[in-house]
């Protein structure tokens, strides 16, 4: 079984890029074609400004506050492979992860900030003892994903 996240990190993107046209446009209507007139609802330009630029930061900082990454799993063949990424404003550096199926001894997951940060970490067995890779997050993953990515795991755990 093959899938990755990427319709919902171009979705991410794309919205991400509507709200930067949308706080550039307001910024150009109100101070420098000057076509809204303020007060707007009892507040100044300048509030309006700092909420909608607020407003802006906030969801465009979103994603990397909630670590979210295009993951791509796959298990065909004899490896259990991760490949990701930090899907934020800058991207971070593309890491994979290859565990022999044979290798593979489970895995653990975790949750933070009441279950929308979510990762989870993998185990390969070695000659030396066990490995832990570090944590992939799989917070941008659907509910679908998050429960295909666990059942296939699931049967490639060591059971003891």
């Not at 906030?58 to 492979?81: C, K, R, T, W």
């Not at 899907?87 to 994979?96: E, H, P, Q, T």
């Not at 944590?135 to 699931?154: C, D, G, H, M, R």
């Amino acid at each position: 079984m093959t899938f990755d996240n990427s319709k919902t990190i171009i979705s991410l993107r794309i919205k991400l890029f509507g709200a930067t046209v949308i706080i550039l446009a307001y910024i150009v209507l109100t101070y420098i074609a000057k076509m809204i007139k303020y007060p707007l609802l009892g507040m100044s330009d300048t509030a309006w400004t700092l909420i909608l630029v607020g407003l802006f930061f906030g969801y465009a900082l979103l994603p990397m506050i909630l670590n979210y990454q295009y993951i791509y799993f796959s298990d065909d063949g004899e490896n259990i492979v991760f490949r990701y990424f930090t899907a934020g404003i800058a991207g971070g550096r593309k890491n994979s992860i290859e565990i022999n199926k044979a290798a593979f001894t489970g895995y653990k997951t975790e949750s933070r900030f009441f279950g929308m940060i979510e990762s989870i970490t993998l185990f390969q067995r070695f000659q030396e003892g066990t490995a832990k890779y570090p944590p992939v997050y799989i917070s941008a993953l659907s509910k679908e994903e998050k429960s295909k990515l666990f059942s296939s795991l699931n049967r490639y755990s060591v059971r003891e």
